[in-house]
């Protein structure tokens, strides 16, 4: 019995894009699904198979152009396999195609799983101390990772084999499960999704193509780095699967406390106690910076809490720009262990001064008037 012209029984024209043959086919196949011509099931499951068997070959451009050229006996051979042919093919494939398109699977399942997959990316912590990440240095650190197997190659199966193509998804790495109308798809549980079987594993990595094994690599730390800068180095993460790239490597900055400095950005920032004399009289103090030390001016009167900038003193960040300050922030330190002359002074001293009233504590008495004020509101 003749076979009918597929772009009849699709009804499109031989010119039809690939888009237009899918939507009639679509539109076809749910009209003569037999679960929806309950009248008369065997008509419409013989036609369903041929629109089945139609699509299958004016969807692919090889079949389609040898259909073009020699009608049906140019693709009757094609029509075999494995799976069956076109035909064959069950009613959930329709609605496997239509579910595949929305969340981005194979038509069908047909299209057999790439089991090559590229290593994941892993994070190391390495510890900086301040002038570390502040001037960069080169860092040596031990990263335990999965490498390619040396014995195997990374294809898994013992030194003069090789894997076979799965016996339960033929290398597809998925099978499909018949549930009613609908065909339900899922990693095939032999091969976990490679498609391949491994009947003779390599006995160093038992199979899996990699081992787990401690690198050592050498870290360039750029000058000027923070907690939270990520460096990358490409390729040193995880050994890929299958002939798979490798993963990378991320080193993330953690820069310890520091016991003088506190960074903020470029700038820095530390604490300078100073004498009682040398707030009053004004004087010069030696100061730390990460270059060394330098000389520290203080006026005389100079008052607890008073900022001092040390320009360019900071940081040089990373990623260019102006070097930071270094900010000192003096406090007064007050005197202990007195003796009972000390004492004496600083209580001749004290009276001394209480006689000037706010001329030498221009901010004691601020604040008392302000205490009063206050407390003259409440009771008014």
Known sequence: MAKEDFYKLLEVDKTASDAEIKKSYRRMAMKFHPDRNNDNPDEAEKKFKQIKEAYEILSDPKKRAAYDQFGHAGVDQSMGGGRGGPGDAGFGDIFSEMFGDFFGGAAGGRQQRSSVQRGADLRYNLELTLEEAVGGTE???????????????????????????????HGHGQVRMQQGIFSVQQTCPTCRGNGKQIKDPCPKCYGQGRIQETKTLSVKVPAGVDTGDRIRLGGEGEAGVNGGPSGDLYVQVQVKDHSIFTRDGANLFCEVPISFPTACLGGELEVPTLDGKVKLKIPPETQTGKLFRLRGKGVKPVRGGITGDLLCRVQLETPVHL?????????????????????????????????????DKLTG
Do not use: Y
């Open 139 to 169: 860092a040596t650190v031990k990263v335990p990772v999965l490498t390619t197997c040396g014995e195997c190659s990374g294809s898994g199966a013992k030194k003069g084999s090789s894997p076979i193509i799965c016996t339960t998804c």
């Open 339 to 375: 003796t009972k002359e000390q004492k004496a002074l600083i209580e001749k001293l004290g009276e001394s001064l209480s006689g000037g009233g706010k001329h030498h504590s221009p901010q004691e008495h601020s604040f008392m008037d302000g205490v009063k004020n206050f407390f």
